[in-house]
């Protein structure tokens, strides 16, 4: 029989139950995370195109709406990142899952006018940690209110609201600056997207992947 690891509680855990996010402060070395925006900012000529123009359904369960941006694929820094042992633990910690496991992870583009519609991450992203690797980074806005919504669901609130809802009923979440801190939430679980950038300037966002087996 398979032992599950067992973790103690993180202080934020109860944040994590009532919201699917929270903030950890400090747990990466800043010089780390700032490495990482240094390249990212360097290799922003390489980003591949991400653009689709459906609204849709996956067969794993999450849903996707049109989106524009682009991606870097994840190097050797951005992997130790992903995959670091501290930031696991205060995931697994924080969230409750003790087998939480690192998926890797990528830097998203976004030029000026990008956009990512209504949507929810892969099965792969039970958990989704966020760090803006450039300054003034818009908050992007999710729909915790709609956590574990099925994929009919969320297509009527597009219907409805569009791709690119700004209501009310929706709320907005901070991206930490590259400080140390990192950002997760529950990116399978609850519906998020961003409006159009409106920087002259790219703006870049790492994210992370972890799966709970």
Request: glycine letters at 8%.
């Amino acid at each position: 029989m398979e032992t599950i690891p067992q973790v103690d509680r993180h202080p934020a855990h109860a944040d994590w139950q009532r919201h699917g996010s929270v903030l950890l402060t400090g747990v990466l070395e800043a010089e780390r995370v700032q490495a990482v925006g240094t390249q990212a900012h360097e290799l922003i000529g390489t980003a591949a195109p991400y653009e689709r123009d459906e609204v849709s359904s996956r067969r794993d369960g999450s849903f996707a709406s049109p989106v524009h941006c682009g991606f870097l694929p994840a190097g050797p820094l951005l992997e130790q990142l992903a995959f670091d042992k501290q930031l696991l633990t205060e995931l697994r910690k924080a969230t409750g899952m003790p087998r939480l496991v690192p998926r890797g992870g990528s830097v998203v583009v976004y030029r000026q006018g990008d956009f990512q519609g209504l949507h929810t991450d892969t099965v792969k992203a039970t958990v989704t940690v966020a760090v803006a690797l450039t300054e003034d980074l818009p908050p992007m806005w999710w729909a915790p209110a709609l956590r574990d919504a099925m994929p009919e669901d969320l297509a009527k609130v597009v219907a409805d609201k569009g791709i690119l809802p700004e209501c009310a009923e929706f709320e907005r979440l901070e991206h930490p600056g590259p400080d140390g801190s990192v950002r997760a939430f529950a990116g399978y679980s609850i519906p998020h997207w961003r409006t159009p950038y409106p920087g002259e300037e790219p703006g870049l966002l790492a994210t992370f992947s972890y799966m709970d087996l």
